[in-house]
């Protein structure tokens, strides 16, 4: 199960303000069926991802998420903010292991909002932390929006 805050059908430039928090998506505990779904979604099949006693082995204290599974559900939470078209650039530096039964949460806040040619852009920070508040992964963003009345 994916909660998050009730966000509004179309998010236009004009209702965007520097400062404002994206509404948080926090995902359902890591499990290891999710992962194994996601090797294979990807084609990453590194068994420290899918087998136990691999990540025992090398010290990771067992299975860890992909990366790339947890820069998604911030992508998710951004998709959900601005709209899938809206997105133009988007990147994260990882930051720590997600382990199984990990609960992500995503959250951001809008740091620019800005006009070049005639087109409204926004800029923010993002991350992903577990239950903890340990930080996965630390990013930005940008999103071109409509404006209301064009």
Known sequence: MT???????????EDVEVGEEIPQLV????????????????GDFNPLHT???VGEAIGTGGIIAHGMLIMGFV????????GP???RKF????????????VITCTGTITEKYETDGQ???????QA?????????????TAMLPYRNV
């Not at 909660?3 to 430039?13: D, K, L, S």
């Not at 932390?129 to 963003?141: C, H, I, R, S």
């Open 85 to 87: 078209a809206s997105l």
């Open 91 to 102: 990147g994260v530096r990882f930051k720590g292991m997600t382990h199984l039964d990990d």
């Open 27 to 42: 995902k359902s505990p890591v499990k290891h069926q999710q992962l194994v779904r996601y090797a294979g979604a990807s």
């Open 51 to 53: 087998d136990p006693k």
């Open 75 to 82: 992508g998710q939470m951004l998709s959900d903010y601005v």
């Open 120 to 126: 409204g852009y926004i800029a923010g920070k993002v």
């Open 3 to 13: 909660t998050h805050a009730n966000i509004p059908a179309g998010r236009y430039f």
């Open 129 to 141: 932390k577990d239950q903890n508040g340990d930080l996965k992964v630390a990013g930005t963003f």
